[in-house]
């Protein structure tokens, strides 16, 4: 601390874990609500038949926005750079990361990529592709500006950072622990991280790859995608989706690891109900992750043994999710839950994310999928697990661990106040969704049929309510801030690693640990 | 506006002197200094180490330590699923510790306020006291009811603002209809299908 004399020293050129852990929270949680804002608005628009509020260009590109900036700036930098920053470490009991420099790049190149992204919007017409980016919509064809250009380097800068933090979450978690630290006591979360981790090294540079392939092919000349030039629009289909079905467990595995945490401290049990279970659970997630892509694909035209294949082993993928979710249970089973609006969160993740696998299942079926791909019932889907999985997840894991960040509580009784509405909301938002895609509403469709106005506007009221909610969150985090109710004790187990200040006091000292503890585990 | 490291400073130091509020006795009575000559070993629990004495009495006071910690400081907790706390929740006053001389004999000697006012010394609240419902519900149900209550007409409000299809009139799709029959769209299983042409009304 000597050394920093001005924030230029602590904030922009930062080494410290806690404080690029801060920043990334604050970025994502800006994020956040600028993809929010984009989700109001399309719900705006969807609320009545007829074109309200944007036009078919703007429509896209907004839905476009609102993928990307939740996807790629709020649910990966909260999870992995936010709470995987704080936490690993402190969970690991090692001073900082392994790379504490390269920790500090990983984070300032995502406002670069936001920005870029943000430029696109400004350039021409603006990129309305949806987060797929398919080829011939995004190739010169589709899109002749600089829009979709920026947003591929806006996606190249961001799995740039993706991939040099998970680099340094992967080396920390092999070679910074103590001896004493055998891989089966690594907390669950640490596990999460570094398989995440794993998966982001092995899938980012494909989207890498696929990327470069459509900027060639749209200012070099190339012909990837191009079946005019002897290339196939479904190669990038692949590509995306080799990359894209592993980006969807980076999404969620850390918040398994959060809520394997949050349900233990809040049944009030020192351990998770079969942990050796659960590690092979988040390994063989992980793995199977890398060969069911195609089950994105249904409609392409694959052969029926291809789909049958990714038919199955979804199925199968089914199973080790299955194993965490009864694990979890078992390890409410049996204990005092206590009445903390974490534990609010952690089981509305259960029981929603469950449903959001549930339609997950029914998606896996080849032949039903050609008649639900690309309609709501896949939104509905995805935001089971993604607003109701992921989301919910957050909330959880910065209800518990805000007090250890900042000595603060945040207010109990409006804190469960928040998470009714938001409870409410995402679900009248998007259950009709399921009815909708059933009916055989498209998606990524500004306009639609008078028959499907009823549900259309209940999910905008869900939207809206959601809306007002995360204005109440906001308000809620303000709060906090100004009563200064401060942590005096933490009322978890000792068997919590990330909670035993070696002070006694919250919120955590600028260095928790100011060595490497003797019994290093690389020495 | 406390801002930075001096907003750590400053959580840092109210933290340690709301535990310190939160840790003193809040009973009626005298409190005994600390330097009294009583004989706190009597009370408290066996084998604590003399470091966690050492860096717990000065803010406990006169209270005992009597029992291990559950979390990673030795401090008061009310919990159903904790039934001992690692602190005594009172302090040692003059007229406690008579009790307590009183309480290593036979209790039947022991009159019921006596045994109330020992077990309030060393606990705040009782079971029932602590799984008593708080009402709460209310707070959290009005703040929701409020909140949807706003988003509920903000969208009410945008949906009457903003031009609608024709195709939601009910006159206009009464004329759809009309023209539809007319042309007969549908004769075998769909829409003309439906109607009685002869009798002008639709089939029953």
Known sequence: MDSMKNWYDRWICSTSHKDIGTLYFVFSYWAGL?????????????????????????????????????????????????FGNWLVPLMLKVPDMSFPRMNNISFWLLPVSILLLFASAYVESGAGTGWTIYPPLSSHMGHPGPAMDYVILSLHVGGLSSILASINFF????????????????????WCIAVTSFLLVVAMPVLAGALTMLLTDRNFNTSF??????????????????????????????????ISHVIKVGSGKSYVFGKLPMINAILSIGILGFIVWGHHMFTVGMNVDSRAYFSTITLIIAIPTGVKVFSWLATMAGGYIRNWPMVYWATGFIF????????????????????????????????????????????AGFHYWFPLATGLGLHSSWSKAHFMLMFVGVNITFFPMHFLGLAGMPRRINDYSDVFHVFN???SWGSMICLFAVYFWSFLLLEAMLSQRCLFRACVPKTEAEWASPYGAFPMRFHTWSQNPLGFQGY | MLRGRNLVAFSRMAAIQQRAICLSAATKGSVIPADAS???????????????????????????????????????LDCPDLPMPAVRWGANTPEVLQLREKETGDWKNLSLEEKKQLYRNSYRQTFAEIEAPTGEWKRILYIFCYITAAATVYLIYYANTVPRPSTLNKDHQQEMVATMLMRNNGPITGLASKYDFENNQWKK
């Not at chain 1, 038949?49 to 990966?76: C, K, R, W």
């Not at chain 1, 467990?249 to 850390?254: D, E, H, M, Q, V």
């Not at chain 1, 697990?385 to 909330?395: D, E, K, P, R």
């Open chain 1, 457 to 459: 506007f209940m999910a």
């Open chain 2, 38 to 76: 009583i004989d706190l070993k009597t009370y408290e629990h066996d084998n604590i180490p003399q470091a966690v004495k050492d860096q717990y009495y000065p803010h406990l006071g006169n209270r005992d330590i009597v029992g291990p910690s559950y979390g990673t400081s030795y401090d008061y």
């Open chain 1, 352 to 395: 929603f994310f469950t449903m959001g696998g549930l339609t997950g299942v029914v998606l896996a079926s080849a032949s039903l999928d050609i008649l639900l791909h690309d309609t709501y019932y896949v939104v509905a889907h995805f935001h089971y697990v993604l607003s109701m999985g992921a989301i919910f997840a957050m909330f």
């Open chain 1, 225 to 258: 995608f191009d079946p005019n030039g002897m290339g196939d629009t479904i190669l990038f289909v692949h590509l995306f989706w080799f990359f894209g079905h592993p980006e969807v467990y980076i999404l969620i595995l850390p918040a398994f690891g959060m």
């Open chain 1, 34 to 82: 600028v993809g929010t804002a984009f989700s109001s608005i399309i719900r705006l628009e969807l609320a009545v038949p007829g074109e309200s509020l944007l036009d078919g260009q703007l429509y896209n590109l907004v839905v476009t926005a609102h993928a990307l900036v939740m996807i790629f700036f709020l649910v990966m930098p909260m999870m992995m750079g936010g």
């Open chain 1, 171 to 190: 080396t920390t978690f092999l070679s910074m622990r103590l001896k004493v630290t055998s891989l089966y006591r690594v907390p669950l979360f640490v």
